[in-house]
């Protein structure tokens, strides 16, 4: 099945693990607890951090115990979800986007978090601007699979074509099959924190290996 674009189209975006890869974000508030916790040592503390989350342990509860600090598990939970990000964009997906402009046709976001902690992803992404709308779950009051955060859009533009490109097997389909929204989602390029399974999709999804493909199928 191909994706079908045209100038009635209207492009919904997810954000973690779509449009850049959520790892990378862990990996940015570890280092950033690392370096508040002891410069001097900031990467043995990261190492260790990386390690234990690699080991399904809790990092947080294992750093208080190995390195003297004064920060509680709440404090270190605020410093990972607050920080702002050293993430980048995916290459093609920018390339994308910038497609998706040449050609007129309007962007959306739909994720779930914290207000902060998602906005902050964003302006380190340097994209804010792209998006007609950015529907935040914790600004909003629901998260997905929640049909309302979809109906959103569809209310707001009811012209449009919808077409939802996102990566999570388990909730990110639900809504836009319901709606009939075009489906497209980004297969696991090995790094995502939420592991797929695709056999929970619908049938009618389109999946793709990553966004070049994408524009070449255009």
Request: aromatic content about 12%; hydrophobic content about 40%; some cysteine.
């Amino acid at each position: 099945m191909m994706p079908v674009f045209n100038k009635n189209s209207f492009v919904v975006f997810d954000l973690d693990d779509t449009l850049y890869n959520e790892i990378d974000y862990l990996k940015s508030a570890y280092r950033h607890i690392a370096n508040t916790i002891n410069p001097a040592i900031e990467n043995n503390i990261y190492t260790d951090l990386l390690n234990w989350y690699n080991q399904g342990l809790n990092p947080f509860s294992h750093l208080i115990e190995k390195y003297p600090t004064t920060l509680t598990l709440s404090q270190l939970l605020d410093l990972y979800r607050f920080h702002t990000p050293q993430i980048k964009i995916h290459a093609d997906a920018f390339d994308f986007m910038q497609w998706l402009i040449k050609q007129e046709i309007p962007m959306g976001l739909i994720t779930d978090g914290r207000s902060i902690t998602q906005r902050n992803k964003l302006q380190s992404l340097q994209i804010t601007e792209f998006f007609t709308d950015i529907i935040i779950s914790e600004e909003f009051g629901s998260e997905k699979p929640d049909k309302n955060n979809f109906l959103y859009f569809a209310k707001k533009y009811p012209d449009k074509t919808f077409t939802y490109i996102a990566d999570n097997t388990k909730k990110d389909f639900i809504a836009p099959r319901e709606l009939n929204w075009q489906m497209i989602c980004l297969l696991d390029n090995g790094n995502n924190i939420h592991k797929q399974d695709l056999s929970l999709l619908p049938k009618e999804t389109i999946l793709i290996k990553n966004f070049k493909d994408l524009l070449q199928s255009l």
